[in-house]
């Protein structure tokens, strides 16, 4: 039988099987042997050990697409990004320093605004204005109000997708929507997982539907760009691309040199300010970050 490692804790592994439910299962020791961890996300081989109980064990991991670092995790195919459009404002050097991370990971990403119906027109033109040509799929949404859940919910079909935002975005109600009319059967399985032995807070993937997941992981206030070099940064800005084969150096940070195709677009109106003045606030960190080192 096939399934997926929704959530891992204490040995313990929760497989779920589409259209069959979740079962608990242990890892075989060939995998401690191959050095290899079953991760969240994992698509695996098991067998059943006890029906009623609903208990395997997992005897193969198969092929990854995909493997995270932060959070740990298998077979991510995208990120969902949630913001508020207002109350609070949008914290965007704290949204390009997620997409950053992202990309690293070789993630699309989808930025989700909620709260439309808190917002106006101008401030939706506004969000659009600085992220047309940052290369991601812009939504607008209210979970208060049920608008845009269905185009939310038709990005994220049949794909696994890692869901994250700030505090206060509204991103539980969001998901609480999305999982809204599904029929999967978790109240049984739900009471399994929470047993005292097995309620550390771990990342977990929640099955909006058969072959529909999404992975909520912890809110966040800050993230660090320290594992990247700072002569990297400029290709994770894709609105810079078309302008740099008008800079004069090829190696041009688009900061201070002279003949520099991203500055005269910034000046144009064609490269968002905003978006910018992140690039070099997160550039100057990792100058910072250099001279440190030695």
Excluded: W
């Excluded at 894709?238 to 002279?258: D, G, L, R, S, V």
């Amino acid at each position: 039988m096939q399934g997926k490692i929704i959530k891992g804790i204490a040995g313990f592994y929760y497989v779920h099987v589409p259209s069959e439910g979740i079962y608990e299962c242990k890892a075989k020791g060939i995998f401690r042997k191959e050095n290899m961890k079953p991760l969240v996300g994992d698509d695996v081989e098991m067998e059943i050990t006890h029906v009623k109980d609903a208990e395997g064990n997992i005897t193969q991991i198969l092929p990854r697409k995909n493997a995270l670092i932060r959070p740990a995790v298998a077979n991510i195919d995208q990120a969902l990004l949630i913001f508020a459009m207002t109350k609070p404002e949008p914290n965007y050097n704290l949204l390009d320093r997620f997409l950053i991370m992202m990309r690293r990971q070789g993630l699309e990403c989808i930025l989700c605004f909620n709260k439309q119906d808190l917002a106006d027109a101008g401030q939706q033109e506004c969000i659009e204005k600085i992220y047309k040509d940052s290369g991601c799929h812009i939504l607008f949404v209210s979970a208060e109000k049920k608008e845009g859940i269905d185009q939310l919910a038709a990005v994220l079909h049949r794909k696994t997708t890692a869901v994250a935002g700030p505090s206060g975005v509204g991103k539980s109600s969001l998901v609480n929507c999305l999982q809204k009319g599904t029929q999967m059967e978790t109240g049984a399985i739900s009471e399994k997982i929470a047993r005292g032995k097995h309620t550390t807070r771990h990342s977990e993937l929640i099955a909006v539907s058969d072959n529909t997941y999404i992975m909520d992981t912890p809110g966040f206030s800050s993230l660090s760009l320290f594992d990247i070099e700072k002569e990297e940064l400029k290709a994770y800005y894709p609105e810079f691309e078309p302008y740099e084969t008008q800079c004069k150096f090829m190696t041009c940070a688009h900061i201070h040199e002279p003949v520099c195709g991203v500055r005269e677009a910034l000046g144009e109106n064609h490269i968002s300010k905003v978006r910018y003045e992140n690039y070099v606030t997160f550039y100057e960190e990792l100058k910072e970050k250099e001279k440190r080192k030695y």
